[in-house]
T-cell receptor, first 114, second 113 residues
Framework: AQTVTQSQPEMSVQEAETVTLSCTYD???????LFWYKQPPSRQMILVIR??????QNATENRFSVNFQKAAKSFSLKISDSQLGDTAMYFC???????????FGEGTQLTVNP | DADVTQTPRNRITKTGKRIMLECSQT?????MYWYRQDPGLGLRLIYY???????NKGEISDGYSVSRQAQAKFSLSLESAIPNQTALYFC????????????FGPGTRLTVL
């Protein structure tokens, strides 16, 4: 069974600085998808970024980028120029290509301080 | 936009009561999911459905049942609610295209006293 681990329950960063959230996973699959979801206080789950395992290039979405290390089974999220609106719980998630079931990590609560 | 809606948004009930949480979607997706979120545990899959006639148990299905009334509707029932089912419940949808990106509803906060 796949597992996803986020080892940082809480993190904080100053506005305009850069922060990196860590995620590791375990799977025997060779092709799969990885995601970062954001959950602000409104509790809505919002997709931040996704990575396909067969693509070597790291995904980027504006200020958000990932460092995908397939051999190490690591998938970290970097947030550049942090903004107050980035304050949220961030979840790393894994999906098998065929099953479409998401396995989530425990979450990291990020606080951006003014 | 409200492509995935959940009702109710909040619910307080008592132990032993039957509760139904409803999910509707206008995205035209075949696949629908129910997750529960508990602090420190992330989201865990309760049930999922790939089409109206295909319903599958997730990792924590005990104490829950589901009904897929139509492509757009997927309901979760607690036949006899217990306090440890107090949680935030999410419905999600996805397309069967292999991208596995899921789109979530706004969640239902359920409290069982």
């Amino acid at each position: 069974a796949q597992t996803v681990t986020q080892s940082q329950p809480e993190m904080s960063v100053q506005e305009a600085e850069t922060v990196t959230l860590s995620c590791t996973y375990d799977t025997s699959e060779s092709n799969y998808y990885l995601f970062w979801y954001k959950q602000p206080p409104s509790r809505q789950m919002i997709l931040v970024i996704r990575q396909e395992a067969y693509k070597q290039q790291n995904a980027t979405e504006n200020r958000f980028s990932v460092n995908f290390q397939k051999a190490a089974k690591s998938f970290s999220l970097k947030i550049s120029d942090s903004q107050l609106g980035d304050t949220a719980m961030y979840f790393c998630a894994f999906a098998e290509t065929s099953g479409s079931r998401l396995t989530f990590g425990e979450g990291t609560q990020l606080t951006v301080n003014p | 936009d409200a492509d995935v809606t959940q009702t109710p948004r909040n619910r307080i009930t008592k132990t032993g009561k039957r509760i139904m949480l409803e999910c509707s979607q206008t995205k035209g997706h075949d696949r629908m999911y129910w997750y529960r979120q508990d602090p420190g545990l992330g989201l865990r899959l309760i049930y999922y459905s790939f089409d109206v006639k295909d319903i599958n148990k997730g990792e924590i299905s005990d104490g829950y049942s589901v009904s897929r009334q139509a492509q757009a509707k997927f309901s979760l029932s607690l036949e006899s609610a217990i306090p440890n089912q107090t949680a935030l419940y999410f419905c999600a949808t996805s397309e069967p295209t292999g991208t596995d990106t899921q789109y979530f509803g706004p969640g239902t906060r359920l409290t069982v006293l």
